[in-house]
């Protein structure tokens, strides 16, 4: 397959339909959304800190449950997405919600931001999280837009699966249960997966089944948004993470998935970077 032509029409049917599954998948909750106090996960509500009175952008917004939330939380917020009913169903549940005014939606790729977006150095806050640069092949592109995004002071909100941990595989477990393994952690050749999987419904099959994604590194991670001209203020390694992203993790009461036993590796990456 030749992914470095065809991985954005790929990923884009594959997350288009992805959609209609999540918008009733118990995996997304909007309940909370929907009676005015939309949640994050425990990790961002933990570090994030206020947004009220922020320009906020969100990347990769999916259907806009998080852009809303951050919306109804006082932000002023701009998300943006390549998928065309995940903008479409984010303008939707806007307008359900009374956010119209305060959340806009574009349906644009990632590396189209600049222009789609047009607005540089105009956010307080840059929002990334959960399963998303693993969509990005050039990560330190990705790190100079998010600088140019950023006012002077403004910083970045950056929470993702742990790379360490997407070196292992959810479909393959070994005798004792871990997961088994899936790619070296300095692979830089796309990955192309065709399991019609969802994290978010376990009964859902896709029919555009694949997919491709990318390994980052933490140093290209950190790399990138170092030498796009940002600080490092925190970084955060946590041994949850938002979705069960192996078989054998357990959900507990923080809404968060951990190891049953003992935290063995990191699952999860979070860290702020700030323009000076
Ligand atoms: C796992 S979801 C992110 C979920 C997000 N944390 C949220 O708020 O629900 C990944 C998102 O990235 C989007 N995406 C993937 N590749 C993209 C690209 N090249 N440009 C823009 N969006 C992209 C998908 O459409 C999808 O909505």
């Known amino acids: 397959m030749t992914a470095d032509k065809d991985w954005r029409a790929i990923n884009r049917a594959n997350w288009d339909e992805r959609v209609g599954v999540h918008l009733k998948a118990p995996g997304y909750d909007l309940a909370p959304l929907r009676a005015g106090h939309g949640r994050l996960n425990a990790i961002e509500e933990a570090e994030l800190g ?8 969100h990347l990769q917004c999916h259907f806009g449950a998080d852009t809303l939330s951050l919306a109804q939380r006082g932000a002023r917020v701009t998300g943006l ?12 549940l806007a307008d359900e919600l009374g956010l119209a005014d305060r959340a806009r939606f574009i349906c644009a790729d990632l590396y189209e931001a600049p222009s789609a977006v047009g607005r540089a150095e ?19 592109r990705w790190a100079e837009i998010v600088a140019q995004f950023l006012k002077p002071g403004g910083r970045l909100y950056y929470a993702d699966g742990h790379p360490s941990a997407y070196v292992f595989d959810n479909e393959t477990k070994l005798p004792d249960g871990m997961p088994g393994y899936f790619a070296p952690y300095f692979q830089r050749a796309p990955l192309v997966m ?8 376990p009964d859902a099959r896709l029919v555009n ?15 990138g948004l170092l030498e796009a001209g940002l600080s490092l203020d925190w970084l ?21 998935w951990h190891w049953p036993d003992r935290p063995w590796l990191p699952l999860a990456l979070s860290l702020q970077a700030s323009r000076r």
Not at 81 to 92: K, V
Not at 209 to 223: E, K
Request: net charge negative; with cysteine; charged share 20%.
């Open 194 to 201: 065709n399991d019609g999987f969802d994290y978010a419904d």
């Open 209 to 223: 089944a694949t997919n491709v994604s990318w390994m980052h590194s933490l140093s290209s991670i950190l790399g």
């Open 81 to 92: 997405d390549f998928s065309g009913p995940a903008i479409a169903a984010a303008r939707g």
């Open 122 to 140: 105009a956010f307080d806050l840059v929002y990334v999280t959960w399963g998303a640069t693993c969509w990005l092949p050039d990560i330190k």
């Open 50 to 57: 206020d947004v009220r009175g922020l320009e906020v952008l």
């Open 236 to 256: 955060h390694e946590h041994a949850q993470v938002p979705w069960q992203m192996f078989h054998i993790l357990v959900k507990r009461d923080d809404g968060d």
